[in-house]
């Protein structure tokens, strides 16, 4: 690459549903300097609630059609999912396909999480350099299926990102003689000013009594089954609260089926997935993570910078950002840790008021400007010729 031409840069992606990877990969492409780099995002899939979020500047291309664009008539549209589905799998051995629609090559190419891993190793373009991003604990069980093909691509990357420290410790821990490529911890930015403007958008209506809000995917490592578990035993106590949940997913029949046997139904409330949970984070009481696992949720991140008091459960790279008892409250994956925490934000309001006031100048916890400025130096470093 010549020193006064742009750096090309191809991330790949499956869609864009609403998640923690999909803001990342958007933080990426609004904050990325537009003098140094041609961005293209190729999506397997022009799926989701955030695919029309894509900055107007970035190239956007993608493989195949999101749901939202499939035909109405059921069985054409199974018909389409299957040929979807053989297409995507197709293409992850078969770069050509990618090719007919990027019609370009790339300095470097980016699979920001592992499920594209594939895609970006089995590019038709061979010079590129590829970078590889990594946010999940690989001890977690549903992982397990996966990580013989994730151990074997992760050495043939140029670089490797880890979302989170626990992330990096946890990999190293469990497979010390993996070999790595040139690798570091870069945590996810924070669009600070953004999160506050979107939180005071609208005021959402809430009962009249304590609500504690989670956002997330409705599956099963999200823990919400146990947290439905702990607020049914409160509530059998006399502790009068209410739940909302925002967020869709796999589980999500499963958890309403749950609620009709507890009796829940109206005090744990789903509201599917929305573009703007921040008012129902800043207008609740509190709120609270019961993940299984996590790599490092942007949501806590988000949720400190409303200055809202935390139950989260001691995962990931959560305990990168939540001191227990300083300015949130840390518990175990566990349905009686939920309740006697959950209990306490209830009957205590003295804590509470505690981690409220020591949020106060939560911002000087996040450095957006170094984050974006690691990820530029990592692209230009690998970018430049070898001699």
């Known amino acids: 690459m010549s020193d006064n031409k742009k750096i090309k840069v191809l991330f790949r992606h499956r869609s864009m549903e609403m998640g923690g990877v999909e803001k990342v990969v958007l933080s990426m492409l609004h904050h990325l300097d537009r ?17 029309n979020e894509v900055p107007s500047h970035i190239r956007k291309v993608y493989l195949s059609k999101g749901k939202e664009d499939l035909s109405a008539n059921k069985i054409i ?16 051995t078969h770069p050509e396909i990618s090719d007919k629609v990027l019609k370009d090559t790339y300095d470097v190419e980016i699979a920001p999480t592992y499920s594209v891993f594939a ?16 946010h999940s604990d690989i001890t977690v069980p549903k992982f397990r299926p996966l990580i013989p093909a994730v151990l074997k691509q992760i050495p043939q990357f140029d670089y490797f990102i880890f979302g989170s420290q626990q992330t990096k410790d946890i990999l190293v821990k469990t497979y010390p003689d993996l070999p790595l490529p040139e690798n570091q911890v870069i945590l996810n930015a924070i669009p600070i000013e953004e999160i506050r403007h979107k939180a005071g958008e609208f005021n959402p209506e809430f009962p009249d009594k304590p609500v504690f809000v989670s956002v997330a995917r409705l599956h099963s490592r999200k823990g919400f089954h146990k947290l439905m578990d702990a607020h049914a035993r409160l509530l059998k106590e006399g502790f009068d609260h209410h739940i909302v949940v925002i967020g869709d997913g796999e589980e999500k029949a499963n958890l309403k089926i749950q609620a009709e046997k507890l009796g829940v139904t109206k005090s744990f409330e789903f509201l599917g997935s929305l573009i703007n949970p921040y008012p129902y984070v800043k207008n609740s009481d509190f709120y609270i993570l019961p993940s299984e696992s996590e790599g490092w949720p942007l949501i806590i991140a988000d949720t400190l910078i409303l200055q809202k008091p935390i139950i989260a459960t001691h995962v990931g790279g959560v305990p990168e950002m939540i001191v227990h008892g300083k300015n949130g409250y840390l518990i175990k994956y566990d349905t009686d840790e939920m309740y006697h925490a959950m209990k306490k934000f209830l009957t205590e309001p003295e804590l509470v008021s505690h981690l409220t006031k020591n949020l106060e100048n939560i911002d000087e916890q996040f450095d957006n400007r170094k984050i974006f400025d690691a990820v530029e130096n990592i692209i230009i470093k690998l970018s430049k010729p070898t001699l």
Do not use: A
Not at 36 to 49: R, S, V
């Open 35 to 51: 003098d140094k780099f041609d961005i293209t995002l190729c999506l397997n899939m022009n799926q989701g609630e955030l695919r």
């Open 77 to 92: 549209r199974n018909i389409q999912l299957i040929k979807r589905r053989m297409k995507l799998k197709r293409s992850e």
């Open 119 to 134: 895609s970006v190793l089995n590019s038709g373009n061979k010079n590129s350099k590829k970078i590889g991003w990594f």
